[in-house]
């Protein structure tokens, strides 16, 4: 009878905690500067103090632990159902987070694994009418910045839309050039660019999913010859009249 008991015991074990091993990969995609919340798809033990979360920034890192129910910081804090909220990403942020459960230093159930991808917008300097412009567009991933071509990624795409949505591919007056989910875009700016908006989308199969913005405010609002010669030409009779009054 009492083998009987261990081997229902055992059978229980197997059908209520499945073989070690590695869940569905998800992905989970946001901006730079964004509040993220990331899934624990393998909660089996409702008390999420069981719960331990770790990360990897890339394929040739090791996982460390990034932050579990009785440790929470600033940036990073475990909720209710498990889930790991991360406040104002980065790009340095980007990677895998493994969600795993450990009961008496046993492990419940399969690692549930989420990469989470990073969008950025570099911003240029100095930007003034009649300047060259480029900006670039970089999504960070588990394989590096700007790498979509390996699972999950393989399926995201990147393209350029101006303030009214407009897709700026095959507009003449824009040169986009784009590698895997590194996308530069580079024009000569003119004056009605002065505080506009420039949208990089990230698109999975057609299906927009995030996007980020920079807005081209001028340091110098006109660097044409004739305003140049015009502050000089005043400058010089101010200059001249001084001299005068002063004689």
């Known amino acids: 009878m009492t083998v009987v008991k261990y081997i229902l015991v055992g059978l229980l074990l197997i059908i209520g905690y499945p073989a070690l091993g590695v869940s569905a990969e998800l992905t989970v995609n946001s901006g730079e500067g964004d509040d993220v919340t990331i899934p624990c798809n393998n909660v089996i ?37 498990c889930s ?8 340095a942020d980007a990677g895998s987070y493994t969600c795993r459960q450990m009961i008496y230093g046993k492990q419940l159930g399969n690692d549930a ?7 950025t917008v570099v911003p240029p300097k100095n930007l003034m009418p009649g300047s060259n412009v480029t900006l670039q567009c970089l999504l960070y991933t588990y394989y590096g910045p700007g790498q979509c071509n390996k699972r999950p990624f393989n399926s995201l795409t990147l393209r350029w839309l101006n303030d009214s949505d407009t897709d ?8 986009i050039h ?7 875009l ?3 700016l003119q004056q009605t660019d002065n505080s506009r908006n420039w949208k990089c989308q990230l ?24 305003t140049a010669g ?7 009779l101010e200059l001249c009249a001084w001299l005068l009054l002063s004689w």
């Not at 770790?54 to 159902?81: C, F, P, W």
Request: with cysteine.
């Open 84 to 91: 790991l909220h991360i406040h104002k990403v980065s790009t």
């Open 186 to 188: 580079t024009t000569e």
């Open 168 to 175: 700026l591919q095959g507009d003449p007056r824009y040169q």
């Open 113 to 119: 694994v989420v990469y989470m991808s990073v969008l």
């Open 203 to 226: 698109t999975d199969k057609g299906e927009v999913k995030i996007s980020q913005s920079f807005n081209s405010t001028f340091t110098v609002t006109d660097r044409s010859p004739t």
């Open 230 to 236: 015009i502050v000089l030409g005043v400058a010089l």
């Open 45 to 81: 033990h409702s008390n999420c103090s069981s719960t331990t979360w770790l990360y990897a920034q890339n394929i040739s890192q090791e996982l460390v632990q990034v932050v579990n129910n009785s440790h929470r910081n600033e940036k990073m804090t475990i909720g209710s159902d």
């Open 178 to 184: 784009t590698f895997s989910c590194d996308s530069n």
